[in-house]
């Protein structure tokens, strides 16, 4: 990895495709929030990660790889958060009236998230999700895990996920 500009930082970060977990490193500017960083402009086509480590899901058993540096397609990834026990403060004001938290289920490829909507009062899921054209949307109090690893159980407060890649379930 090269030498940070005065204006870079570094963050652990992981991110989810259909078949794939990366854990690793990305370099964003200082004054970017990680959590949110795929929804600001200038995202690059592909998210370069330091000394990650990459799981493979789409044999079986699942494969586990590390490399000085991989490069995601930013269109693939289905999920992106800061590793725990890191966290962002959560993009919303908790002040703001009419609106709810909606439990949900959400399936990306082999991973599985019970986890929040933070939606109007006065709208239902399907609205939402009818209406909503945001190429990255907010998940609160997320619990992932995935069947194909047991001992993979993470909670984070918030993530990113791209809704075109992602089924909802309702309970």
């Not at 977990?21 to 959590?35: A, D, F, H, Q």
């Not at 995601?72 to 959560?90: G, I, K, M, N």
Request: proline letters at 9%.
């Amino acid at each position: 990895m090269k030498p940070l500009a005065p204006d870079e930082k570094t963050a652990l970060v992981m991110l989810y495709t259909h078949n794939m977990l990366v854990r690793g490193e990305i370099v964003i500017k200082e004054n970017l929030r990680v959590s949110i960083w795929l929804r600001t402009q200038g995202v690059p086509n592909y998210i370069e990660v330091h000394r990650p480590n990459v799981i493979l899901l789409s044999g079986t058993p699942p494969k586990s790889f590390a490399y000085s540096e991989v490069f995601v397609p930013t269109a693939e990834v289905t999920a992106f958060h800061l590793a725990p026990p890191a966290q962002d403060p959560l993009d919303y004001d908790a002040s703001e009236t009419n609106r709810r938290m909606q439990p949900v289920d959400m399936l990306m490829g082999s991973f599985m998230l019970k986890a929040k909507l933070r939606i109007s009062a006065q709208t239902d899921l399907t609205t939402y999700l009818d209406v909503s054209h945001a190429g990255w949307m907010s998940v609160y109090d997320a619990d992932i895990s995935n069947p194909y690893l047991p001992n993979f159980n993470v909670h984070v407060p918030m993530l990113l996920v791209n809704p075109s890649h992602v089924s909802f379930g309702v309970a």
